[in-house]
Structures are given as C-alpha cells and as structure tokens.
C-alpha cells in the first residue's frame, strides 16, 4: 500500500512493489523558452537579448545599467559593416557613466597604465634632454 505524507517542505512518497510494476502514464511536457525561471544563455530563442544571463555580471544593473543595456542593445542589433560602428555615442555615454563610480567599475590596470605614461613621460623627457645636449655641442 503506497502513501504519501508531508514534513514540513518535503513531500515523502512511499511506493510498493506493485506501483512500479505498471509502465507510467506521465508525459513529458515539452520547455518552454520564454519560461524566466528556466535559464536560458544570453541570447534568448526569438532574439531578444537575457539582461538576466548572468553572463553580463550584473552590468545590466547598477547605476550604468541603462547606458550598458543602450551601448550593447546598439551593438547587438547593428547592421553596419563595422558592426557596432554606429553605437560610439552609446558607448562613450557608458564609458562615461562607470568613470563616475571607479569603485563599481575600477579601470583594468589603472595603476600599470599610469606608472607606464609617467616613464614613457620621463623617457621622452630624457630623449629631449639629449636630443638638445647633442645640438648645443655640434
């Protein structure tokens, strides 16, 4: 004799031998893609973009979410040749919009890129420095 019976959350089945003897009945139901609970990859079925893959690292949210979802809506429907050429605008408004919030969106090596044009400077710098020494003495 089969049961069931519910603790707390859990639901506990107790089946005999004589229930798994006769074939099921279920039938399979086929996914649905617009389900929002199934998880679905950046690009959903009918073409629409997934501003919840979690591929985008939440940059579809937060204070730039608006200029992210613009600049890669832009990009993501573009026909140009250049795909996305024609989105500058939009994405310099998002490049804009994270320059406010370096703590959200910190610049990738911030530091080696100064440290870098501060001796590119000092190079340049010194290459003057002898450029005009060999002058003044020829």
């Known amino acids: 004799m089969s ?3 519910q603790e707390g959350k859990d639901r506990i089945i107790f089946a005999t031998k004589e229930d798994h003897e006769t074939p099921s009945s279920a039938e399979l139901v086929a996914d649905d893609p617009d389900d929002p ?12 973009i997934n501003w919840n893959c ?5 940059m579809a ?5 608006e200029q992210f979802k613009s600049a890669f809506s832009c990009f993501h429907y573009s026909t140009e040749e250049i795909k996305g050429s024609d989105c500058v605008d939009q994405f ?14 910190p610049q990738e090596d911030e530091t080696e890129e100064k440290e870098k044009s501060s001796k590119d400077l000092e190079a340049a710098s010194m290459e003057a420095a002898a450029a005009k ?5 020829s």
Do not use: W
Request: charged residues 25%; glycine residues 16%; proline residues 9%.
């Open 133 to 137: 020494e060999e002058k003044g003495s």
């Open 92 to 105: 310099r408004a998002m490049q804009e919009c994270m320059q406010k919030y370096p703590d959200l969106y």
């Open 3 to 5: 049961y069931c019976r």
């Open 54 to 58: 979690p591929c985008l690292g939440g």
């Open 61 to 65: 949210s937060g204070p730039c979410g």
């Open 37 to 48: 609970y199934e998880e679905q990859g950046l690009i959903l079925p009918n073409g629409d």
